[in-house]
């Protein structure tokens, strides 16, 4: 079973790794099945495809369930390029500052203190001193002395930016691995974990994944519920306690569960409150040893949710929670409304973890597999 969105590259031969390359507009192919999925899951009801029962699978459920995945995903596919301009949308707010400040610099022959100017405007949009001198760096060295138009300015802070961001562009493979795969998710509270583990299981649930969602922020009833619509709105298992149960007990249960039930992947809410930093992070050290007492190997990853709308404040998120709960990855969120999503350039350059997804939205399909080229240019205010 395929459990990873996005398209794969090869494994590069040295790192082993194996990035993802951005889906060009026009690529997605045209759906047959759009009827089936609509019928499932909302508009207009439709009359069932016809299929053909054999003695695997009697009444045809297999084959509809295997439908309804490949349907899901060319749906997907065809929504690659929407979610790609929310992203430029989103990330214009963030440009229309900076692609304002290039403008500026354009037709002025790059000299000492246009790069002060262009360093500057770098920090104020969020990528952080050290980039900005790094990119700086790079401009006196190739570009000094010479007049550039502001095309050329952005795309060459583009592929700068996309320099640095390459490295940490990596699909996460869920159906690598142990199974059940248990994966954790971890951030402070309102960074958009519930929504995003919700996101997660709708795209892998679609994909025939069987999916246990375990409840773990048990401090917030609402916090319960809402992971709850959205474990019956992908269809997955969905496991909780009442309000202020031990997360860890839960977690164990959840994944007990999953390997009573034989099921693919356990995702892990987790509770964010931040008053209290150790406290926090002695939950989450529960909640590991927990999980460990039934899979020494697990958490699989360890995966932190950040708001690019706080801006700055993400890399200390990422500081503090990469030294105490081990993050394997990182998501990060709400980069269709924000001016700050320069920090993910700032984050990249001083931590080596692969950024899995970005969200684009509150909807289901609003999580997109990071691509750095995309995300650099839709940053500098270049289209596409
Ligand atoms: N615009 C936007 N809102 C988001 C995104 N991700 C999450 N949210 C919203 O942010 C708020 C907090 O998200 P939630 O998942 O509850 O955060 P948690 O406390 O970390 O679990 C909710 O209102 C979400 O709908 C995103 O990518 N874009
Ligand atoms: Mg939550």
């Known amino acids: 079973m395929i459990l990873w969105w996005g398209k794969k590259k090869q494994p590069d031969p040295k790192t082993g790794e194996t990035p993802i390359e951005p889906l060009k507009s026009g690529e997605a192919p045209a759906s047959p099945l759009a009827s089936l999925d609509r019928r499932l899951f909302g508009e207009a009801p439709v009359a069932p495809q016809p299929v053909a029962p054999d003695d695997d699978d009697p009444i045809g459920l297999r084959k509809a369930a295997a439908r309804i995945a490949a349907e899901r995903a060319a749906e997907a596919a065809a929504r690659e390029e929407s979610v790609l301009h929310k992203l430029s949308e989103g990330l214009r707010r963030s440009s229309s500052r900076l692609a304002e ?135 997955a298992r969905f496991i909780s306690k009442p309000s202020g149960a031990d997360a860890a007990g839960l977690a164990y249960e959840a994944v007990e569960l999953a390997r009573n039930e034989n ?74 409304g924000t001016a700050k999503g320069g920090v993910l350039v700032a984050i990249a350059e001083q931590h080596p973890l692969p950024i899995h997804f970005v969200g684009v939205g509150e909807k289901a399909e609003d999580l997109h597999p990071f691509s750095a080229d995309t995300f650099a240019r839709a940053l500098v205010g270049l289209d596409d």
């Open 101 to 235: 400040g290039l403008a500026g610099l354009s037709k002025r022959k790059i000299d000492r203190e246009s790069l002060d100017e262009l360093e500057e405007l770098l920090i104020t949009s969020d990528m952080g001193a050290k980039v900005a001198a790094r990119i700086a760096k790079a401009f006196s060295k190739d570009r000094f002395d010479r007049e550039i138009s502001g095309d050329e300015i952005k795309a060459a802070l583009a592929s700068e930016i996309a320099a640095i961001l390459k490295p940490r562009e990596q699909v996460v493979d869920f159906s690598e691995g142990p199974k059940p795969r248990i994966v954790l998710f971890v951030g402070v509270n309102g960074s958009g974990k519930t929504t995003t583990i919700g996101k997660i299981a709708s795209k892998l649930s679609a994909q025939g994944a069987d999916i246990v969602l375990a409840a773990g922020d048990t401090f917030r009833a609402a916090a319960v519920e809402q992971l709850k619509v959205w474990a019956e709105r992908a269809n």
């Open 263 to 336: 099921r693919d992947l356990v995702l892990i809410d987790t509770a964010g409150r931040l008053q209290n930093k150790t406290q926090l992070m002695d939950e989450l050290s529960k909640v590991v040893r927990a999980i460990r007492k039934i899979d020494p190997t697990a958490p699989h990853d360890v995966i932190l949710v950040l708001d690019a709308t706080v801006g700055q404040n993400a890399l200390g998120q990422v500081e503090a929670f990469r030294n105490t709960a081990g993050v394997t990855g990182l998501v990060m969120t709400k980069l269709d």
